[in-house]
């Protein structure tokens, strides 16, 4: 598993309060455009619904006056203009209670049956008002018009239907049920109205999306800046007080080491128990000290680094050297491999702190008679380096947060241990200022392999 890099934690924080602020924004901006949408269509539909009402209940009042002056029923009206059509009615139809048609006019003759075969399918009870949708074929477009000249309909040419909404009203003559007034009005506009409503909103939806973006941007960065600054004091104040207690720590060091040459500790052996344990916290005090001041610099950018040609190989026997020690006391194995030379570029003294940081884990987490090695490799202009332990392995879910300060597995042995989670963290800032990668492979229970890449080493066999 390959670690992230800390540097920029900023950055990924900021992007996530971008997201996070443009999804809210755009959030109330959908919800409001589907609410203002809502409201204006049933408003709209309502309106219409008023009118085709009203339309139909007038026709039909119309349509009885004029049974009532004549004194006689509709049967033979068939061709006799009762009602006049206004410019929105797409067509009316009287039909009587054995569904033939005794009066009706409407815009598009060819619509006839199918409008009429559509009445027949609803009783009048079960809708009184509702809406139908008539397919246009669009070869018939001129043709429809030429024939309507004197009432002209209006069909956008990319108009493929007409929207009625259909009202019904029963017609009376002298007490008697004569039949069923069906009133059609032509609501093609209010759709395309909306058509255009929804795209204009949409369009709009888009230009707010750039504008939540980019006003979510500049709300994060905001937000950052103070972050930013308790993040700067603190590391401030841990680069400070690191710097500050390591005077102390010395002292306290040097003066341990004058009392046991001052006095003789070999007689009392609570003295020298007492001072062993001292001197052993005071050592562990310092490296934490020191880890902790080796962060907060890395933190600021204040540590020079380094850019020097040397051969790699002598600085890692060395390292294996200084580890040898602590892994006989384990009865581990110790193994080194690497070519002839390793001649490189960079920051000799950090890369050697890297190497010494993976060993002393490797050896301090693999159990006694267990094998730790280290390998160089040269390959192209990259040099790998390996350590390898058959050791107590690292959980998956756990192989990326290693590398988290003060992040440890286990908290409680790693303290019996002096570790304070900080080591792989140097680790992996030693390889990032080297432009590398660090990756962990590992099995619990059988080992664990950490693999560094550093891009800078030139050329195998080439003495500085
Ligand atoms: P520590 O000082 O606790 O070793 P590190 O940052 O070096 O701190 O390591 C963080 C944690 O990663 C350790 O507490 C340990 O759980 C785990 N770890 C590191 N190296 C190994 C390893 N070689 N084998 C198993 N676990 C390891």
Same mark, same amino acid.
């Given at each position: 598993m390959r670690a992230r890099g800390e540097k920029d934690v900023f950055k990924r924080t900021q992007s996530r309060l971008t997201i996070g602020y443009s999804w809210q924004i755009m959030l109330f901006l959908i919800l409001f455009i589907i609410v203002v949408f809502a409201v204006l269509y049933i408003v709209i539909f309502k309106n219409q619904e008023h009118q085709v009402q009203s339309m139909v209940e007038q026709e039909a009042k119309v349509i009885e006056n004029y049974m009532t002056q004549n004194d006689q029923s509709l049967k033979d009206e068939k061709n006799q203009e009762v009602v006049l059509a206004g410019v929105e009615q797409f067509f009316y139809y009287v039909i009587d209670p054995r569904g033939e048609m005794l009066l009706g006019d409407e815009d598009i003759p060819q619509f006839r049956s199918e409008l009429l075969s559509s009445i027949q399918r609803r009783t009048p009870e079960e809708n009184k008002i509702y809406q139908e949708r008539l397919q246009i074929h669009l070869s018939n477009i001129d043709h429809i018009r030429r024939e309507k000249s004197e009432h002209e309909i209006q069909l956008t040419p990319t108009q493929s239907d007409i929207r009625l909404m259909i009202a019904s009203e029963p017609i009376m003559y002298e007490g008697q049920f004569i039949g069923t007034l069906y009133v059609g009005k032509d609501i093609s506009f209010v759709y395309q109205l909306f058509k255009w409503l929804l795209i204009i909103l949409v369009g709009l939806a888009i230009v707010f999306f750039v504008i939540a973006l980019y006003i979510s941007y500049m709300m994060s960065k905001k937000a950052m800046i103070p972050i930013s600054h308790a993040f700067n004091r603190q590391r401030e104040f841990v680069a400070d007080a690191s710097h500050e207690l390591r005077t102390p720590l010395s002292v306290i060091l040097s003066s341990i080491d004058a009392i046991e040459m001052t006095i003789d500790i070999e007689k009392d052996d609570f003295v020298r128990k007492l001072l062993f344990n001292m001197k052993d916290e005071v050592k562990r005090m310092t490296h934490l000290v020191s880890d902790l001041l080796t962060l907060a610099r890395s933190d600021s950018g204040k540590i020079e680094v380094k850019n020097d040609i040397f051969d790699f190989k002598p600085l890692a026997e060395k390292a294996i050297e200084s580890v040898q020690p602590l892994a006989v006391s384990k009865q581990i194995n110790l193994q080194f491999d690497a070519p002839e030379t390793v001649i490189g570029q960079g920051d000799r003294e950090r890369l050697t702190q890297l190497i010494y940081i993976l060993l002393d884990n490797a050896i301090k987490y693999t159990p006694n008679a267990g094998e730790v090695g280290l390998s160089l490799l040269v390959k192209q202009n990259e040099l790998c380096i390996k350590?390898?332990?058959?050791?107590?392995?690292?959980?998956? =879910? =756990? /192989? /990326?947060?290693?590398?988290? !300060?003060?992040? !440890?597995?286990d908290k409680s042995r790693s303290r019996q241990m002096g570790s304070y989670g900080l080591g792989l963290s140097i680790a992996k800032w030693i390889v990032d200022i080297h432009n590398g990668s660090i990756q962990v492979e590992s099995e619990l229970g059988k080992g664990s392999t950490f693999i560094i890449k550093i891009p800078f080493f030139i050329k195998n066999n080439q003495k500085a």
């Open positions: 350590v390898y332990d058959t050791g107590i392995g690292i959980k998956p =879910e =756990e /192989q /990326q947060l290693i590398f988290e !300060r003060f992040y !440890r597995s």
